[in-house]
Nanobody
Framework: QVQLVESGGGLVQPGGSLRLSCAASGRTFSRYAMNWYRQAPGKGREFVAA????????IYADSVKGRFTISRDNAENTVYLQMNNLQFDDTAVYFC??????????WGQGTQVTVSS
Protein backbone atom coordinates (compact mmCIF):
# COMPACT_ATOMS: atom_id res chain seq x y z
CA GLN A 1 0.00 0.00 0.00
CA VAL A 2 1.02 3.56 -0.68
CA GLN A 3 -0.59 6.49 1.09
CA LEU A 4 -0.62 9.83 -0.70
CA VAL A 5 -1.44 13.19 0.86
CA GLU A 6 -1.74 16.30 -1.29
CA SER A 7 -1.32 19.82 0.03
CA GLY A 8 -0.73 23.35 -1.19
CA GLY A 9 -4.06 24.11 -2.78
CA GLY A 10 -5.94 27.32 -2.16
CA LEU A 11 -7.47 30.44 -3.63
CA VAL A 12 -5.39 32.44 -6.10
CA GLN A 13 -6.03 35.27 -8.53
CA PRO A 14 -5.60 34.80 -12.28
CA GLY A 15 -1.94 34.99 -13.18
CA GLY A 16 -0.89 33.79 -9.77
CA SER A 17 1.09 30.73 -8.74
CA LEU A 18 0.73 27.77 -6.42
CA ARG A 19 2.93 24.82 -5.61
CA LEU A 20 1.21 21.54 -4.84
CA SER A 21 2.91 18.77 -2.91
CA CYS A 22 2.07 15.10 -2.67
CA ALA A 23 3.75 13.25 0.17
CA ALA A 24 3.97 9.47 -0.09
CA SER A 25 4.39 6.84 2.58
CA GLY A 26 4.32 3.08 2.60
CA ARG A 27 6.18 1.34 -0.16
CA THR A 28 9.38 2.58 -1.79
CA PHE A 29 8.49 5.85 -3.47
CA SER A 30 11.09 5.54 -6.22
CA ARG A 31 9.34 2.41 -7.53
CA TYR A 32 6.43 4.51 -8.73
CA ALA A 33 5.93 6.84 -11.63
CA MET A 34 3.83 9.77 -10.43
CA ASN A 35 0.97 11.57 -12.10
CA TRP A 36 -1.11 14.65 -11.38
CA TYR A 37 -4.75 14.74 -12.45
CA ARG A 38 -7.48 17.28 -11.85
CA GLN A 39 -11.25 17.29 -11.78
CA ALA A 40 -13.27 20.43 -12.32
CA PRO A 41 -16.88 20.70 -11.12
CA GLY A 42 -19.19 18.66 -13.31
CA LYS A 43 -16.33 17.22 -15.38
CA GLY A 44 -14.34 14.01 -15.50
CA ARG A 45 -10.86 13.54 -14.15
CA GLU A 46 -8.26 15.01 -16.50
CA PHE A 47 -4.57 14.18 -16.87
CA VAL A 48 -2.26 17.08 -16.02
CA ALA A 49 1.33 15.85 -15.81
CA ALA A 50 3.48 12.77 -15.26
CA UNK A 51 7.04 12.10 -14.17
CA UNK A 52 9.15 8.97 -14.39
CA UNK A 53 10.41 7.04 -11.37
CA UNK A 54 13.85 8.65 -11.55
CA UNK A 55 12.46 12.07 -12.36
CA UNK A 56 14.39 12.23 -15.62
CA UNK A 57 11.43 12.66 -17.93
CA UNK A 58 8.03 14.31 -17.75
CA ILE A 59 5.02 14.97 -19.94
CA TYR A 60 2.19 17.49 -19.75
CA ALA A 61 -1.31 18.06 -20.99
CA ASP A 62 -1.39 20.68 -23.73
CA SER A 63 -3.56 22.89 -21.55
CA VAL A 64 -0.82 23.32 -18.94
CA LYS A 65 2.34 22.99 -21.01
CA GLY A 66 4.70 25.92 -20.40
CA ARG A 67 2.87 26.94 -17.20
CA PHE A 68 3.09 23.87 -14.93
CA THR A 69 6.17 21.92 -13.89
CA ILE A 70 6.19 18.50 -12.26
CA SER A 71 9.16 17.42 -10.17
CA ARG A 72 9.96 14.89 -7.47
CA ASP A 73 12.32 14.39 -4.58
CA ASN A 74 12.78 10.67 -3.99
CA ALA A 75 14.74 11.32 -0.81
CA GLU A 76 11.73 13.20 0.59
CA ASN A 77 9.11 10.85 -0.94
CA THR A 78 7.36 13.83 -2.47
CA VAL A 79 6.17 14.92 -5.88
CA TYR A 80 5.45 18.55 -6.68
CA LEU A 81 3.41 20.50 -9.18
CA GLN A 82 4.52 24.10 -9.67
CA MET A 83 1.65 26.01 -11.28
CA ASN A 84 2.31 29.43 -12.76
CA ASN A 85 0.09 31.87 -14.62
CA LEU A 86 -3.03 30.19 -13.28
CA GLN A 87 -6.25 30.74 -15.18
CA PHE A 88 -9.94 30.34 -14.33
CA ASP A 89 -10.02 27.01 -16.20
CA ASP A 90 -7.38 25.62 -13.82
CA THR A 91 -9.94 25.60 -11.01
CA ALA A 92 -10.30 21.97 -9.93
CA VAL A 93 -9.50 19.40 -7.31
CA TYR A 94 -5.96 18.18 -7.99
CA PHE A 95 -5.04 14.56 -7.31
CA CYS A 96 -1.73 12.77 -7.34
CA UNK A 97 -1.43 9.15 -8.42
CA UNK A 98 1.34 6.63 -7.83
CA UNK A 99 1.66 4.13 -10.67
CA UNK A 100 3.56 0.91 -10.20
CA UNK A 101 2.01 -1.14 -12.95
CA UNK A 102 -1.11 -3.31 -13.14
CA UNK A 103 -3.28 -2.85 -10.10
CA UNK A 104 -0.42 -1.37 -8.11
CA UNK A 105 -1.58 2.22 -8.28
CA UNK A 106 -2.90 4.60 -5.68
CA TRP A 107 -4.65 7.96 -5.41
CA GLY A 108 -4.52 10.77 -2.91
CA GLN A 109 -7.60 12.50 -1.55
CA GLY A 110 -7.10 15.68 -3.57
CA THR A 111 -6.49 19.35 -2.88
CA GLN A 112 -8.71 22.18 -4.08
CA VAL A 113 -7.33 24.89 -6.33
CA THR A 114 -9.59 27.85 -7.01
CA VAL A 115 -8.65 30.63 -9.41
CA SER A 116 -10.84 33.64 -8.87
CA SER A 117 -10.62 37.40 -8.99
Amino acid sequence: QVQLVESGGGLVQPGGSLRLSCAASGRTFSRYAMNWYRQAPGKGREFVAAITRAGDNSIYADSVKGRFTISRDNAENTVYLQMNNLQFDDTAVYFCQAVGGGQDNYWGQGTQVTVSS
